[in-house]
């Protein structure tokens, strides 16, 4: 079961900096305030069931009497926090059920189910109901790619970062077998975290063919940030793009790279559309720009490299691999597909090297060991068959 937070570029904005991205963005030729307006698609204005701000994040009765049976408020944090992951997660848990629906925080614990950002945004309310430091952050998984009516959907992730003072940082993550410590991680401010919210509910509404209120709440998103918010701007595009108003879009787009360089979703969507527009020579300037930025992302490399192996063509596995492994150092599972497509090639030397490195990197005992049990038998198995 998937728990990654979902939408047209959603849950976290693109991370990866868009530095030495070449070539100025082109200037959106339509006002910002006549996109936002959207009355060429009938949206003018607020959502039927606005949500405040203040609500998304707010503590509800239930919340607090949770807390006071479970939460031992005079301990210290570590212990009030191990209390708390118990009750939500562990042997007293609510029983959280993972839908693709975002919900406040009352609204998630009540229901006991909702989303990644929304186990995000009650674990959070809770631990500071308790008095504990909780804070939101983004998370650079690797790109997970889509295609859907025409536009690219990436998903993306968001977690809680607890700061424990001297016990260190500790993180919440709901989608934990797809965390992993050696991913980048940007603390978010609530604000941001809010203009998330509002972010996946457009989303959402969208897929229900409800362009009215998707428009409304990107809406919201990208007021409540202050413009500065890129997955909204991008799926506010997406719906432009859909209804044909593809001059609207490539300005959606636009200002979406106007809020954050480096994010890629956007210039996808902006090479498909210039396609679609036959606008031929643009198509291919975004297009170089996304493949240039792709391949600085040492996850995106390691896909090539597996799509590489694969095809047993472990000389170009070999070249994306090394170039991963430069870029993100402690990621065990580039080092033992390095060692692999060496072996594949023969070359024991280097590929016990490399499948040292990855059990040398590996974040847990039984990952240590699973590598070196794999080591022996695939070295063993090489002996033999030489």
């Known amino acids: 079961m998937s728990q990654r937070h979902r939408n047209v570029m959603v849950a976290a904005a693109v991370l990866i900096a868009a530095a030495g991205v070449a070539g ?29 701000p203040r609500d998304v994040l707010a503590l509800s009765d239930e919340m607090r009497e949770f807390l006071r049976e479970h939460v031992n408020f005079g301990a210290t944090d570590v212990f009030k926090l191990a209390q708390l992951t118990d009750a939500v997660m562990g042997r007293a848990s609510l029983g959280l059920e993972y839908v693709e629906s975002t919900y406040t925080a009352a609204e998630t614990f009540r229901h006991q189910r909702g989303n990644c950002i929304s186990f995000a945004i009650m674990f959070a309310v809770l631990c500071r109901g308790a008095g504990i430091g909780a804070h939101f952050q983004e998370v650079d998984i690797p790109p997970d790619w889509s295609i859907r009516r025409d536009v690219y959907v990436l998903n993306r992730h968001i977690n809680v970062r ?33 203009a998330h919210f509002y972010n996946n509910i457009g989303f959402e509404r969208m897929e229900e063919g409800d362009t009215s209120e998707a428009v409304a709440f990107f809406r919201l998103a990208i007021e409540y940030s202050d ?11 997406s719906l432009y793009r859909q209804a044909g108003h593809l001059d609207h879009a490539e300005a959606a787009f636009l200002y979406a790279l106007k809020a954050d360089r480096g994010d890629d979703v956007a210039m996808s969507n902006l090479v498909s559309l210039y396609g679609a527009m036959g606008q031929d020579a643009k198509a291919r300037e975004y ?21 590489a192996f694969l095809e047993r063509d472990y000389d170009t596995a070999i070249r994306h691999l090394k170039v991963a492994t430069r870029r993100e150092r402690k990621e065990d599972e580039f080092y033992f597909l390095l060692g692999l497509s060496h072996l594949m090639k023969g070359n024991e030397k280097e590929a016990r090297k490399y499948m040292n490195k990855a059990e040398l990197v590996a974040a847990d005992a039984a990952q240590k060991d699973r590598y070196s049990t794999k080591i022996d038998m695939l070295m063993s198995a090489s002996q033999k068959t030489d």
């Open 287 to 307: 297009r170089k720009r996304v493949d240039e930025h792709r391949m600085r992302n040492p996850y995106y490399r390691y896909k090539l490299a597996t799509d």
């Open 24 to 52: 100025a963005w082109e200037q959106p030729e339509i006002a910002k305030e006549e996109v936002l307006g959207a009355e060429l698609l009938g949206a003018t204005g607020g959502p039927k069931e606005p949500i405040a």
């Open 227 to 237: 413009g500065d918010f890129s997955p909204a701007w991008t799926n506010l595009g």
């Open 162 to 194: 607890v700061n424990l003072g001297a016990a260190g940082i500790h993180i919440v993550d709901f989608n934990i077998a797809d965390f992993k410590s050696t991913f980048d991680t940007d603390e978010i401010s609530d604000r941001r975290t809010i």
